[in-house]
């Protein structure tokens, strides 16, 4: 009864911050649209990387948690990416497929700002080539402080930390 009374509390903030925006810590906090704030699932995009480690390619600072083994030979990990400008903030799923056939997947992710769930973005089945890296990405939010927690065919795999 306690988790439902504060989940509704969460929700009512989430759908006021969606409409107005809040000022904390003297920043401007603005979520992505209504429905993210009402918990819909936004549909995220898979990147395909082959054989280029996506985050030294990349001039985004990336924060992510430990790699998980998935399934033998496929390791997930979630990361929370800040644009180089460090206006914007992202969530990520990260596999690596070290196999020598397609593994194929789901991806999902939340990024969130403390009790609050900034977004919430799915990657549609895929399939992570052979010996090759790809990336669930969530959209790109102009937020403060976050993490973004993660999925694998529904199972959670971890947490980033804070960036």
Known sequence: MAKTMEGERTMKKLAALAMTGAIVGGSLLV?????????AISKGTWRA?????????????WKCDSSNEIYPAVVA????????????????????????????LRAKMNLENEDIVVGRWACESSGVGANSWSVCFGESVRWGLVN????INDEFIGASPWI
């Open 31 to 39: 979520t992505t649209t209504p429905a993210a704030a009402a918990g």
């Open 148 to 151: 973004s927690a993660g999925w």
């Open 49 to 61: 990387y082959g054989n280029t480690n996506p985050i030294t390619a990349s001039s985004s600072t």
């Open 77 to 104: 990990q979630v990361c929370a990416i800040r644009s180089p400008s460090g206006d914007y903030v992202q969530g990520a799923v990260i596999v690596r497929n070290n196999r020598s056939t397609l593994y194929s």
